[in-house]
Nanobody, 124 residues
Framework: QVMVQESGGGLVQAGDSLRLSCRANGRTFSTYAMGWFRQAPGKKREFVASIIWDGEATNYADSVKGRFTISRGDAKNSLTLQMSSLKPEDTAVYYC?????????????????WGQGTQVTVSS
């Protein structure tokens, strides 16, 4: 069984930075890609960023390009999301997801394993 766990959310002010972490644990889990998604109140879940494990190719939503950076963590199957220049519209529950194989890293349906989410609140 694979478990995905996020950490690092919190309450910050606009313009601040915040770092989210995630780890996928599973005895036989072999990561192909991991990603971050977010869901604000009353809105659909949206793609934020993704990274392909082999080669470390990354993708970002236009709304976060230049402000957020996704990277592999030091531990096996771990992931970080460095967020800077945060805006109130970044307020959401952020979810980490992992996949053994997928065609479109921006499509959440391709990820088989999800964390419970961590709240990020940016005040103006």
């Amino acid at each position: 069984q694979v478990m995905v766990q996020e950490s690092g959310g919190g309450l910050v002010q606009a313009g601040d930075s915040l770092r989210l972490s995630c780890r996928a644990n599973g005895r036989t889990f072999s990561t192909y890609a991991m990603g971050w998604f977010r869901q604000a109140p009353g809105k659909k879940r949206e793609f934020v960023a993704s990274i392909i494990w082999d080669g470390e190719a990354t993708n970002y939503a236009d709304s976060v390009k230049g402000r957020f950076t996704i990277s592999r963590g030091d531990a096996k199957n771990s992931l970080t999301l460095q967020m800077s220049s945060l805006k109130p519209e970044d307020t959401a529950v952020y979810y980490c997801a992992a996949s053994r194989a997928l065609r479109n890293p921006e499509d959440g349906s391709g990820y088989g394993y999800w964390g419970q989410g961590t709240q990020v609140t940016v005040s103006s």
